[in-house]
């Protein structure tokens, strides 16, 4: 099955800096690669995703660039602001059939705790 | 995300006792999901619905049940069987199921043992 790891774990950075996440991934017929934030005690949100027939999609401070080649993907925040700050997850999505369905499911990176500083 | 309900928000289990925790969806999204997360650590899939009366098991299903009899239902009981039950459930749904499908969370059911 899938096998996500991300790094780091925790990220400190002062407003107004970047933050970039990294992402691997195992399964090269992953074809879906989501983020979420998750504040404290919350439902993880969707904030940005990527499919595999691209290479880099943004939205306005965060963008998300893929290297299908490499296996990896990463989240990158501009201008970073205090209410950044929250636990950031990757995941990436395979395929697998049963039955002759498919089925698609999600598997998640451990999370990088962000921290802007004011 | 106002569309996924989960109740109750908090939950206490007695040892040998089964408990169920509700997942509700107003999106009419096929597919539904059940999450497990424990503190500091990411989401771990417990089991996954692509249509109704259809399941597969996730890759930490042991100790749980579910049942799908409505498109809108995915409940989730927490067996005796499930040694360690205590952490923060997530319920999520999607318009499809299939690999490359937005998934969205409710907010959680936090279960902790007495």
């Known amino acids: 099955g899938e096998n996500v790891e991300q790094h780091p774990s925790t990220l400190s950075v002062q407003e107004g800096d970047s933050a970039v996440i990294k992402c691997t991934y195992s399964?090269?017929?992953?074809?879906?690669f989501p983020w979420y934030k998750q504040e404290l005690g919350k439902r993880p949100q969707l904030i940005i995703d990527?499919?595999?027939?691209?290479g880099e999609k943004k939205d306005q401070r965060i963008a998300v660039t893929l290297n299908k080649t490499a296996k990896h993907f990463s989240l990158h925040i501009t201008e970073t602001q205090p209410e950044d700050s929250a636990v950031y997850f990757c995941?990436?999505?395979?395929?697998?059939?049963?039955?002759?369905?498919?089925?698609?499911?999600?598997?998640f990176g451990q999370g990088t705790i962000l921290t802007v500083h004011p | 995300d106002g569309g996924i309900t989960q109740s109750p928000k908090y939950l206490f289990r007695k040892e040998g006792q089964n408990v169920t925790l509700s997942c509700e969806q107003n999106?009419?999204?096929?597919?539904m999901y059940w999450y497990r997360q424990d503190p500091g650590q990411g989401l771990r899939l417990i089991y996954y619905?692509?249509?109704?009366?259809?399941?597969q098991k996730g890759d930490i299903a042991e100790g749980y049940s579910v049942s799908r009899e409505k498109k809108e239902s995915f409940p989730l009981t927490v067996t005796s069987a499930q040694k360690n039950p205590t952490a923060f459930y997530l319920c999520?749904?999607?318009?499809?199921?299939?690999?490359?499908?937005?998934?969205?969370f409710g907010d959680g059911t936090r279960l902790s043992i007495l």
């Open positions: 999106l009419n999204h096929d597919a």
């Open positions: 995941a990436a999505s395979e395929a697998s059939n049963a039955g002759g369905t498919s089925y698609g499911k999600l598997t």
């Open positions: 619905s692509q249509i109704v009366n259809d399941f």
């Open positions: 399964d090269s017929a992953s074809n879906y």
């Open positions: 990527i499919r595999s027939n691209v």
């Open positions: 999520a749904s999607s318009l499809r199921g299939g690999a490359n499908q937005p998934q969205h």
